[in-house]
């Protein structure tokens, strides 16, 4: 009998770490495992994040044949996002909107730290950078996130989400590939959601962590203005909190901003540099 497959989602916390980008800054994003649930007498574990908003997606496993399957809303369907059976030459077929899809062959089925890995050929992440190819990581899931079958740009060839790492109840298990072979300083943080990158190249301001939780870091250099002020207001424009940045370091408390995505305005020296961060609980 066939041995099972390490599981995905399997642990009392796992959290992926995703870049997005479509040809500019990029974005992190948490995905978090909050629970289960059951649609259509099936069970599906829940998975969190914020984008905008809070939103959740609903994954289901089948560890015998290393398979994920994504809920589509839309469709009121199961979306096959990850295939481990698969052999060198079999097509895996990619959706797109409105409902059509791409077929594409297994080009090559390999090891990696002990982990199955399923690569597609000319499935491509993130299509400007050129990042990396879509493969099927076990115990991971697609390096293309869970958000492959919703999201693959038919006219450039691509996805825009990609895995950077991976966590299982505390513990790094999965660092991806391109950013890391690049010397990134952290290959599971790319840097990007910050004014520096958002705004103004040259603009000297960054503005960090981001995703923030209880403290919000914004650096300048050569701060010798005690006039700049930095501003964070929701996306309906609501004023939610103003400080003054006095120094070239300067910490800030959102211990009592709400769970959301805000933006960010530094005003210094008669002009204003903006960037969007997302507050977690």
């Known amino acids: 009998m066939a041995q099972p497959y390490q599981p995905v989602l ?3 916390s796992i959290r992926w770490n995703v870049l997005f980008a479509v040809c500019g800054p990029p974005f992190n994003l948490y995905m978090t495992l909050t629970g289960d649930t059951i649609v259509n007498s099936r069970k599906y574990s829940t998975i969190s994040y914020i984008f905008d908003y809070e939103e959740y997606i609903l994954i289901r496993e089948d560890t015998l044949n290393g398979r994920l399957w994504y ?3 839309r469709k009121n369907r199961d979306m096959l996002l990850m295939d481990l059976s698969l052999e060198v030459g079999d097509v895996f077929y990619i959706h797109h909107y409105p409902d059509d899809s791409t077929a594409f062959h297994v080009d090559s089925v390999y090891f990696r730290n002990d982990r199955k890995h399923v690569r597609l050929d000319k499935a491509r992440i993130i299509q400007c950078t050129d990042t990396d190819t879509i493969t099927f990581i076990e115990g991971v899931g697609p390096n293309a996130s869970f958000f492959m079958q919703e999201y693959y740009y038919k006219e450039m060839g691509s996805i825009p989400f990609y895995v950077l790492c991976m966590y299982r109840d505390g513990e790094l298990i999965h660092v991806n590939n391109y950013y890391a072979n690049q010397a990134y300083p952290d290959p599971c943080w790319i840097l990007g959601n910050s004014a520096e990158l958002i705004n103004n190249p040259g603009s000297g301001i960054i503005i960090y ?3 923030a939780t209880d403290r919000l870091y914004v650096k300048i250099e050569n701060n010798n203005d005690t006039g700049a002020v930095l501003t964070i207001v929701d996306l309906t424009g609501r004023l939610m909190a103003t400080h003054n940045l006095v120094d070239n370091l300067s910490g800030v408390d959102i211990s009592h901003l709400p769970a959301g995505i805000f933006i960010c305005k530094v005003n210094i020296r008669n ?7 997302v507050k977690m609980n």
Do not use: M, Q
């Open 10 to 12: 399997s642990g009392d």
């Open 71 to 73: 809920y589509s809303e």
């Open 209 to 211: 962590p981001n995703p």
């Open 271 to 277: 002009r204003v540099y903006s960037g969007r961060i």
